[in-house]
């Protein structure tokens, strides 16, 4: 838990990551823990490939600018936003230059969503604590996208089986003794 959310402040952590089938971006929010609304405290929103060639650098900003998009979408006021990416953190707070045209336009598109938030906090972080929003990303960069294809589709991750209890639809057998028996 970050220590932002007992004040009223939504979190966000945020990656993207560039791999051999393409690009992913995620990010991980925590609501606020007095926030009057029916989000729960920990959200996940949605991953995104990109289906467009960009640098990493690109791809980090992209993930930047397209969270904090939905972190307004979803009414947040006063946000503390996490990343693992030094370049980009410093880019953005003025310690770095951005010398490629692409990267000072994405700067630059960025500058002017903090303005729409009350309190607004950009902190760089350890990739070890930055583990789901970058194993998100990781996992959403390495989707192959169907070719000829323009339809949407959404992959879902379950965290229990099917089948709750294969005791109820299964013999299980503890030793060929039992095998035996049974047959």
């Known amino acids: 838990m970050f220590p932002d959310e007992e004040e009223g402040i939504w979190t966000m952590e945020f990656d993207g990551a560039l791999g051999k089938e393409g690009v992913g971006i995620d990010m991980w929010i925590h609501g606020p823990l007095h926030q009057p609304c029916n989000i729960p405290r ?6 995104y490939k990109l289906d467009f060639d960009c640098s990493n650098n690109e791809v980090e900003y992209k993930a930047l600018i397209a969270d904090l998009k939905i972190m307004k979408k979803l009414g947040a006021k006063r946000i503390s936003v996490y990343g693992d990416t030094e370049l980009i953190t410093k880019q953005v707070k003025g310690e770095y230059w951005a010398k490629h045209p692409r990267t000072r336009a994405y700067r630059n598109v960025f500058l002017d969503i903090p303005k729409t ?3 607004y906090t950009l902190s760089l972080i350890p990739r070890s604590k930055n583990m789901m929003a970058d194993s998100l990303a990781t996992a959403t960069s390495m989707v192959k996208i169907p070719t000829h294809t323009s339809k949407k589709y959404s992959i879902h991750v379950k965290h229990c089986p099917t089948v709750p209890n294969n005791l109820r639809y299964w013999q299980v057998f503890w030793d ?3 095998i035996n028996n049974f047959l």
């Open 117 to 119: 938030f009350s309190e």
């Open 176 to 178: 060929d003794k039992q």
């Open 42 to 47: 920990n959200v996940r929103l949605s991953s």
